[in-house]
């Protein structure tokens, strides 16, 4: 049979770049959702910063408050004489997301990674240039609701992407997108079965 002109009579000529184009898809997507992520963090603290001088902004009754706040400490105002170690692990988390970027296939390991990797970029970003002192800068809190700790948009985002990696583990989803079933025993035998059929 004659193909078309220009067609190829071989399937797998059109699947061989299948794998590594959803690879560049999903790295495409990190990092556009890093980006995003860091730049909505960033632009809320500096809008906190200047609208938020003058007193706190009612949003939601007394149920939802902008109230500018600095945290020297890490989630829930915690270990505020151990600004310089939570530094050093937001520096370290940087370096890991983005080692594990490398291997991204799957599209939602590439919104929790990026989510995870915008929101720590944030709050890092605070501790290396704002006051007191490099390395030890407070992080800027402006969303608070009642009986909560003061929080930031990174926040949100690191507890989103902490829970998009907590779901995908548990739906056996690997970073390069391949599933925890696909390499299930019985299938291993189907196709052995298969293999010795005459």
Known sequence: MQAARGASLNPSDTAVDGPS???LDARWVFAAIAVVAYAADLGSKQWALSA???GDKPLVGDWFTL????????AFSTGTSYTIVFTGLAMV????????SRR???????LALGL???GVSGNLTDRLVRDP?????????LLMLPNWPVFNVADIWINVGAGLIILQTFRGVALDGSRETDDRPDADADA???ATQP
């Open 133 to 141: 002192e490099p390395f030890r800068g407070h992080v800027v809190d």
């Open 93 to 100: 988390a940087v370096v890991v997301i983005l080692w594990l």
């Open 21 to 23: 184009q959803r690879r």
């Open 52 to 54: 938020l001088v003058d």
């Open 192 to 194: 052995d079965a298969t």
């Open 116 to 118: 995870l990797l915008g």
């Open 104 to 110: 991204i296939r799957s599209t939602g390991w590439a």
């Open 67 to 74: 109230h500018l706040t600095f945290n020297p400490g890490a």
